[in-house]
């Protein structure tokens, strides 16, 4: 069995996709560019296609992993190099390679790097204060709602790897946990630490990590 | 974010705004360049679903010097958005607002969406009335099928395509360009161009009772009848080689072939089997590339075959085959828009089934047999039971059978054959098929007289009539293999009065505007009282447009040709009145005329 694993870019107005109409929209551009996709069986086949640590809604991404499974492998340079004829304009692959059995992205998935663009009228000051007050603390707790519509305490602060300001990018950095184990996503984190309108800022995913033998590593 | 997209954002579903689609045109903004809106009246999903767009947009976009956008009504969330921060309503390719464009090009499919397209000139700061309109601002184009009444809207648009617009709009682009891109010059010369109806040239007189008096053009040299355009040969017409695929679910997500135009059936209820005659194929080898073309420029994995009666192609049987081999290694489907009730349309089920398995629709359009002699749907008893027979021994449990409410001649009687077909069909069920699975839709939907039909003479039904019809049938299919489906009849009588409307209903649309209807196509909106209280503030009495009428008055959208003469209609209503038959035209000429008229020999 092949898998074709993909590392892309989500950049301009595809900020706006949902994660099934991304999962849809690369389904739909792997067709045209004829790549051979496993489909499952049944009445309503359908390939194979899982994306790590979907984003919600209105985040761009410089960092975008996916598996595919194929009937049989390709030569994923050739994808890369006619890209263009295939993806939409605002989806650009930057890697791929054939993997036989690889694990699931979802499991693998411990960490991502975030900017967060302001676009605000606020002063440096007032950012940095909320910062070192939120890293000063031992714990911040957050009611988190659960599946089944209760609510649960949950400690954000370890979850927190990194956070800090670059005042001429006006952009905040953080490093956050993300997948089955523990997740904070970088909204939540920015309403717990201001009080600042969504629309205004423009999040970016900038990376993904697993860990490998007990160290951190890039996912792709 | 910027302004646009943070709004874009805010909304319930922003891929409906945000663009950038595979096969989207982009193209650099020269002052050379002729700037097109195709402006689609409803959201997005439903305009995305729409061929005719798909079509033009492509035609337009290959032409070097003219680029064309789309626009579609924005859902209520983002037009507040919009109002709320000053912003103007938006094209998806550039985000550009529509005063920018030279032309914006309106489709008319639906009466009841009307009130969008004037709430998408006022969410662009547009004046409504095209007499109000200056010579810098776009000129406002129209077409579509309910263009062949254009008088609901002769005082807003200025100016209207009749029938086929692939051919006219380019010679309209052209005659842009020829006269410097001087609106008046150029409506003046659009008027003379065949196809073209430019209301702004043409006067209406009224009788004291409101029928109309006289029709004319106050400018010399402009024809006084405007003859529909058509595209002769469907093998030499240009067909789009890509379509835009949308990001979002829409109603129908599939590559799109069109297979042939116009239909021989003859249904009198039926304006699209008027005004689109006469019949033109395309042949099994068009249609092959054509399907090949877009599966690889798209990704599709559905190809649906359309026509407004695909089944009735000549080389359907083979046809289908050919694509499935075609297609089947990549699971790409056919799909087939709608299906006839006879044994024939069984064996093409069983090809179809292979890949995917569906609901069946099927058209059934009234209960009793003298009902459907009346409306010329040749379609018989047996016909529908030897067909549920064959589709519940294939495997079948979804079925939607479509039925019309207020059809001319129609009884209490008409209406309980409606209940008595689901009956039998409940009990062939479970002979045929000894399952215990079926869901049986019956829909109805409320008939509304349509201009250039047969029936454009007759009274809407009543609407105590219609709601004691749908009483009786929504306690007649209270059983849980039943779904009944029906339809506000307050709506459809608004579809009807401006259906059939003339000039006068251009103030009552604008002022429905000004206090902030639209979207009355959608239950959640529509509101008849409001409606009926605009009706009666400007002193125009709706019953006046559904009425039945003679056939020596004057009608509103005489000036309008589709070929199919006055004469033909007339017969047919009279045939209608003694329950008789008119054959389908496939098997000897009926003589409606389409090909004596203006088109020449056509069929």
């Known amino acids: 069995m092949a898998y074709l694993q993909l590392l892309a870019r989500k950049t301009g107005n595809l900020r706006f996709l949902s994660h099934l109409e991304t999962h849809k929209m690369l389904e739909r551009s792997l067709r045209r560019a004829?790549?051979?996709?496993?489909?499952?069986?049944?009445?309503?086949?359908?390939?194979?296609?899982?994306?790590?640590?979907?984003?919600?809604?209105?985040?761009?991404?410089?960092?975008?992993?996916?598996?595919?499974?194929?009937?049989?492998?390709?030569?994923?340079?050739?994808?890369?190099?006619?890209?263009?004829?295939?993806?939409?304009e605002e989806f650009i692959l930057l890697k791929g390679k054939i993997l036989e059995k690889p694990p699931s992205l979802m499991k693998e998935v411990v960490r991502s790097d975030y900017t967060v663009t302001l676009n605000l009228p606020v002063s440096p000051r007032e950012i940095e204060e909320g910062i070192r007050e939120f890293l000063s603390r031992e714990t911040h707790l957050i009611r988190k709602r659960t599946k089944k519509g209760r609510y649960n305490e949950v400690d954000i602060r370890p979850q927190v790897k990194d956070l800090a300001y670059d005042q001429q990018a006006d952009s905040i950095f953080m490093s956050l946990d993300t997948g089955s184990v523990s997740n904070l996503k970088p909204l939540v984190l920015m309403e717990e630490l201001f009080d600042f309108p969504p629309e205004k800022l423009d999040i970016k995913r900038e990376k993904l990590y697993k860990t490998k033998d007990g160290e951190l590593v890039e996912l792709y | 974010m910027k302004p646009l997209e943070e709004i874009i954002y805010l909304s319930e579903k922003p891929s409906r705004y945000m663009g950038g689609e595979f096969n989207q045109v982009l193209k650099p903004l020269s002052p050379e360049m002729i700037r097109f809106a195709f402006a689609f009246p409803d959201i997005y999903e439903v305009g995305m679903s729409h061929l005719g767009m798909h079509i033009l947009y492509n035609l337009l976009n290959d032409q070097e010097d003219i680029f064309c956008e789309r626009v579609f009504s924005p859902w209520v969330d983002l037009e507040k958005h919009l109002v709320e921060r000053g912003l103007d309503l938006f094209t998806l390719e550039t985000k550009s607002p529509l005063r920018d464009m030279d032309f914006?090009?309106?489709?008319?499919?639906?009466?009841?969406?009307?009130?969008?397209?004037?709430?998408?000139?006022?969410?662009?700061?547009?004046?409504?009335?095209?007499?109000?309109?200056?010579?810098?601002?776009?000129?406002?184009?129209?077409?579509?099928?309910?263009?062949?009444?254009?008088?609901?809207?002769?005082?807003?648009?200025?100016?209207?395509?009749?029938?086929?617009?692939?051919?006219?709009?380019?010679?309209?682009?052209?005659?842009?360009?020829?006269?410097?891109?001087?609106?008046?010059?150029?409506?003046?010369?659009?008027?003379?161009?065949?196809?073209?109806?430019?209301?702004?040239?043409?006067?209406?007189?009224?009788?004291?009772?409101?029928?109309?008096?006289?029709?004319?053009?106050?400018?010399?040299?402009?024809?006084?009848?405007?003859?529909?355009?058509?595209?002769?040969?469907?093998?030499?017409?240009?067909?789009?080689?890509?379509?835009?695929?949308?990001?979002?679910?829409?109603?129908?997500?599939?590559?799109?072939?069109?297979?042939?135009?116009?239909?021989?059936?003859?249904?009198?209820?039926?304006?699209?089997?008027?005004?689109?005659?006469?019949?033109?194929?395309?042949?099994?080898?068009?249609?092959?590339?054509?399907a090949r073309e877009l599966i690889a420029a798209t990704g599709y994995e559905e190809i649906s075959l359309t026509s407004l009666s695909t089944l009735d192609y000549s080389?359907?049987?083979?046809?289908?085959?050919?694509?499935?081999?075609?297609?089947?290694?990549?699971?790409?489907?056919?799909?087939?828009?709608?299906?006839?009730?006879?044994?024939?349309?069984?064996?093409?089920?069983?090809?179809?089934?292979?890949?995917?398995?569906?609901?069946?629709?099927?058209?059934?359009?009234?209960?009793?047999?003298?009902?459907?002699?009346?409306?010329?749907?040749?379609?018989?008893?047996?016909?529908?039971?030897?067909?549920?027979?064959?589709?519940?021994?294939?495997?079948?449990?979804?079925?939607?059978?479509?039925?019309?409410?207020?059809?001319?001649?129609?009884?209490?009687?008409?209406?309980?054959?409606?209940?008595?077909?689901?009956?039998?069909?409940?009990?062939?069920?479970?002979?045929?098929?000894?399952?215990?699975?079926?869901?049986?839709?019956?829909?109805?939907?409320?008939?509304?007289?349509?201009?250039?039909?047969?029936?454009?003479?007759?009274?809407?039904?009543?609407?105590?009539?219609?709601?004691?019809?749908?009483?009786?049938?929504?306690?007649?299919?209270?059983?849980?293999?039943?779904?009944?489906?029906?339809?506000?009849?307050?709506?459809?009588?608004?579809?009807?009065?401006?259906?059939?409307?003339?000039?006068?209903?251009?103030?009552?649309?604008?002022?429905?505007?000004?206090?902030?209807?639209?979207?009355?196509?959608?239950?959640?909106?529509?509101?008849?009282?409001?409606?009926?209280?605009?009706?009666?503030?400007?002193?125009?009495?709706?019953?006046?447009y559904t009425r039945k009428r003679d056939y020596e008055e004057i009608l509103p959208w005489d000036h309008i040709e589709s070929g199919v003469t006055k004469a033909y209609l007339i017969q047919e209503n009279e045939k209608s009145k003694r329950a008789e038959l008119t054959r389908d035209c496939r098997g000897g000429c009926t003589a409606c005329g389409v090909n004596q008229g203006h088109l020449g020999e056509v069929c």
């Open chain 2, 104 to 290: 914006i090009g309106f489709t008319l499919q639906y009466e009841l969406s009307y009130t969008n397209i004037l709430n998408m000139l006022k969410l662009s700061g547009i004046p409504y009335y095209a007499g109000d309109r200056g010579p810098g601002e776009p000129v406002i184009m129209a077409g579509g099928s309910c263009g062949y009444n254009p008088e609901p809207l002769a005082l807003i648009v200025d100016l209207f395509v009749i029938g086929e617009g692939e051919e006219v709009t380019l010679e309209l682009l052209e005659l842009y360009k020829e006269v410097g891109r001087d609106k008046e010059k150029f409506l003046l010369a659009a008027a003379r161009v065949p196809g073209v109806y430019v209301p702004g040239f043409y006067e209406v007189t009224y009788e004291e009772d409101g029928r109309i008096k006289d029709f004319h053009p106050t400018v010399e040299g402009i024809p006084g009848k405007i003859g529909k355009r058509i595209l002769k040969d469907m093998n030499e017409a240009y067909y789009p080689p890509r379509m835009i695929v949308p990001f979002m679910d829409v109603v129908h997500d599939r590559a799109v072939v069109e297979i042939f135009r116009g239909c021989t059936a003859g249904c009198r209820f039926c304006q699209a089997g008027m005004i689109y005659r006469p019949v033109r194929e395309k042949t099994p080898e068009v249609i092959a590339r054509e």
């Open chain 1, 34 to 88: 004829r790549v051979p996709l496993a489909f499952s069986h049944g009445f309503n086949p359908h390939p194979n296609i899982s994306f790590a640590a979907p984003l919600p809604v209105g985040s761009l991404s410089d960092y975008e992993v996916v598996h595919v499974e194929l009937a049989e492998a390709i030569d994923t340079g050739g994808l890369i190099r006619d890209q263009r004829r295939f993806f939409p």
């Open chain 2, 315 to 544: 080389k359907i049987g083979p046809l289908i085959t050919d694509l499935m081999t075609e297609h089947e290694t990549n699971k790409v489907g056919i799909s087939l828009p709608s299906l006839r009730l006879d044994s024939y349309s069984v064996e093409v089920l069983k090809e179809v089934q292979k890949v995917r398995k569906t609901g069946l629709t099927f058209a059934v359009e009234a209960g009793s047999q003298r009902l459907r002699d009346v409306i010329n749907k040749g379609v018989t008893e047996e016909d529908l039971y030897t067909t549920m027979e064959s589709i519940f021994s294939l495997g079948w449990d979804r079925v939607k059978l479509y039925f019309m409410l207020g059809l001319p001649t129609e009884t209490m009687a008409d209406v309980e054959a409606i209940r008595t077909i689901a009956r039998r069909i409940e009990a062939l069920y479970k002979e045929a098929s000894g399952r215990k699975r079926l869901t049986l839709t019956i829909s109805t939907s409320v008939f509304v007289p349509k201009p250039h039909t047969p029936f454009q003479w007759e009274a809407f039904d009543t609407l105590e009539a219609l709601r004691k019809k749908e009483n009786y049938l929504k306690d007649a299919l209270r059983y849980k293999t039943f779904k009944y489906q029906y339809h506000d009849p307050r709506s459809s009588y608004l579809e009807g009065v401006f259906a059939r409307g003339d000039r006068r209903l251009n103030r009552i649309l604008v002022q429905a505007v000004e206090e902030g209807i639209r979207f009355d196509g959608w239950q959640e909106f529509f509101d008849f009282d409001h409606w009926m209280a605009i009706f009666e503030g400007q002193g125009i009495d709706p019953e006046f």
